[in-house]
């Protein structure tokens, strides 16, 4: 229980996750076309692109 998210209130992690989803919507603003072309090494030595792995998060954020 590390954090004990499951022990806080409902709207206190509504809060956190608004406000962390807000923090990543500033980064994502902030880049460019070279960093968005920036490399990452996923599990299993897949290699991709930060583009990628934003509209991976997107699109996990539309399954919600």
Not at 7 to 24: C, F, H, P, Y
Not at 43 to 64: A, C, G, R, S
């Amino acid at each position: 229980m590390i954090n004990a998210y499951q022990s806080a209130e409902t709207k206190d992690l509504i809060m956190l996750w608004v406000g962390l989803n807000r923090q990543i919507i500033n980064v994502i603003k902030e880049q460019t076309e070279k960093t968005l072309q920036i490399n990452a090494r996923l599990p299993k030595q897949k290699i991709t692109n930060l583009i990628f792995l934003i509209n991976d998060y997107l699109e996990h954020l539309e399954h919600m």
